[in-house]
């Protein structure tokens, strides 16, 4: 079982449209970090939110923390084949160990 | 920086050998990860360390792997000997903090073993 319950696992979408996925936990968070991990590559760090109900835009890209630190989600706007890849959620639990979740891999197609 | 710089990017090998996967952290971070990945069991952090002392070694699965970091600049992770279920990608990643400031992770090493 993940600390980390990431949804939905694969996600194909047109070229344009809007999609959200989420990570989850029954564990408190102190913060979180979403990754992007491209075929052959190691997970690029793409953001950390740290307070409960924090909102961050990256461009197209929008994180939110829950407002009780147990939940993020991500929301990219208009998605290019650009953003294909896995996204991954990461973070410190009150164990003070750090755990990843499963990933949502991500396919926008032309 | 050229970032965290692992080798070799692929690496097959028979049953039985010696593997030995090497990474150069960015320099000035305090904190080397290694972690493996599969389709089945995701990101699993093997063993870290802060200071070139290791932390925590209990995602190590077994006595066949052992790693070292004798500098700042340089860690091996050694599998003795290799069989076919280690057969996975291989990270090495680096932070300046625990987490605070997120991992930068090198371009990993393709282990294949047949």
């Known amino acids: 079982t993940q600390l980390l319950e990431q949804s939905p696992q694969f996600l194909s979408i047109q070229e344009g449209e809007n999609l959200t996925v989420y990570c989850n936990s029954s564990s408190v968070f102190s913060s979180l970090q979403w990754y ?3 075929p ?12 409960g109900g924090e909102v961050k835009k990256l461009k197209r890209l929008t994180f939110q923390f829950g407002d009780a630190r147990k939940d993020s989600s991500l929301h990219i706007t208009a998605a290019q084949p650009g953003d294909t890849g896995l996204y991954l959620c990461a973070g410190p639990s009150n164990f003070n160990k750090f755990y990843f979740g499963s990933g949502t891999k991500l396919n926008v197609k032309p | 920086d050229a970032g965290v710089i692992q080798s070799p990017r692929h690496e097959v090998t ?9 990474c150069k952290p960015i320099s000035g971070h305090d904190y080397l990860f290694w972690y493996r990945q599969t389709m089945m069991r995701g990101l699993e952090l093997l063993i870290y360390f802060n200071n070139n002392v290791p932390i925590d070694d209990s995602g190590m699965p077994e006595d066949r792997f052992s790693a070292k970091m004798p500098n700042a ?3 091996t992770l050694k599998i003795q000997p290799s069989e076919p279920r280690d057969s996975a990608v ?10 605070s400031y997120g991992y930068t992770f090198g371009s990993g090493t393709r282990l294949t073993v047949v």
Do not use: D, H, K, N
Not at chain 1, 40 to 51: D, H
């Open chain 1, 36 to 38: 992007r991990q491209e």
């Open chain 1, 40 to 51: 052959g590559e190691g997970p690029v760090l793409l953001v950390t939110v740290v307070t």
């Open chain 2, 14 to 22: 028979e049953m039985g050998q010696e593997v030995t996967l090497r």
């Open chain 2, 73 to 75: 600049s340089f860690s």
């Open chain 2, 90 to 99: 291989y990270f090495c990643a680096s932070s300046l903090g625990r987490v």
